[in-house]
C-alpha cells in the first residue's frame, strides 16, 4: 500500500543541522511532487516546502527560506529535507506528503525538537 | 497569504449527532479546499477534495460543502471512531496554508 515514512528527527542544539528522510513506497514516486508540512506543539500545521517530481522546482514559506532546503532522490524513492541555522521556532512535528489532490497521502511525522 | 479561520477548536459530540466543522478563507479559493482527518500517532487521512468530492473509501457520513470563502465539513450520525483532530487546507495559492484544527471528542 502507499506508504511514506518520516525519520531523522531528534534533539538538536540552536544553530545546528538535521537532516529529515521520507521514504516512499507503494507507489511511483518520481511521478509526483513531494511536501513538506510542520506542526509545533499546541500550534497549528505550517506548510514547509514542496519540491516538483523531478527536483526541477522548489518552493519554500519565508519562515525557513534560506535555511533548510528540500530535495529527492528518485532512485532511492526518498525525499529530503536539510534543516540548517535550526531554532527553537523549528521545534515541531514534521510530515512528508505526495502532491496529488494536493497532499493526498501523509506520514506519521517526525519529531524536531530544538533546545540547547 | 490566505488565512483559514476554523471553529470551533473544540467539539464534543454524543454517537448519532450531526457535526459541523467551519473553515473559514480571508480571500476567495474557490474550491480549493480539502479536509483531512488526524488521530494521534497516525497519519492524516484525506477525507474531502475541492470542498465538497468525497475521498474514495471515506464514509459517506462525511461530506463538505461551500465555495469561495466559506466551507464546512458535516459529520452526520458521527460514531466512536469519528473522534480526532480535523483540519482544512487551501491549495488555491502558495503558500498552501492550514486551518487551526478542531478536536472532536465523542462522549
Known amino acids: 500500500q502507499v506508504q511514506l515514512v518520516e525519520s531523522g528527527g531528534g534533539v538538536v542544539q540552536p544553530g545546528r543541522s538535521l537532516r529529515l528522510s521520507c521514504a516512499a513506497s507503494g507507489f511511483t514516486f518520481s511521478s509526483y511532487g513531494m511536501h513538506w508540512v510542520r506542526q509545533a506543539p499546541g500550534k497549528g500545521l505550517e506548510w514547509v516546502a514542496v519540491i516538483w517530481y523531478d527536483g526541477s522546482n522548489k518552493y519554500y514559506a519565508d519562515s525557513v527560506k534560506g535555511r533548510f532546503t528540500i530535495s529527492r532522490d528518485n532512485s532511492k524513492n526518498t525525499l529530503y529535507l536539510q534543516m540548517n541555522s535550526l531554532r527553537a521556532e523549528d521545534t515541531a512535528v514534521y510530515y512528508c506528503?505526495?502532491?496529488?489532490?494536493?497532499?493526498?497521502?501523509w506520514g506519521k511525522g517526525t519529531t524536531v525538537t530544538v533546545s540547547s | 497569504e490566505t488565512t483559514l479561520t476554523q471553529s470551533p477548536a473544540f467539539m464534543s459530540a454524543t454517537p448519532g449527532d450531526k457535526v459541523n466543522i467551519s473553515c473559514k478563507a480571508s480571500?476567495?479559493?474557490?474550491?480549493?479546499m480539502n479536509w483531512y482527518q488526524q488521530k494521534p500517532g497516525e497519519a492524516a487521512i484525506f477525507i474531502i477534495q475541492?470542498?465538497?468530492t468525497l475521498v474514495p473509501g471515506i464514509p459517506p457520513r462525511f461530506s463538505g460543502s461551500g465555495y469561495g470563502t466559506d466551507f464546512t465539513l458535516t459529520i452526520n450520525n458521527i460514531e466512536s471512531e469519528d473522534a480526532a483532530y480535523y483540519f482544512c487546507l487551501q491549495h488555491d495559492n502558495f503558500p498552501l496554508t492550514f486551518g487551526g484544527g478542531t478536536k472532536v471528542e465523542i462522549k
Open positions: 475541492e470542498a465538497t
Open positions: 506528503a505526495r502532491d496529488k489532490g494536493p497532499l493526498d497521502v
Open positions: 480571500q476567495d479559493i474557490d474550491d480549493d
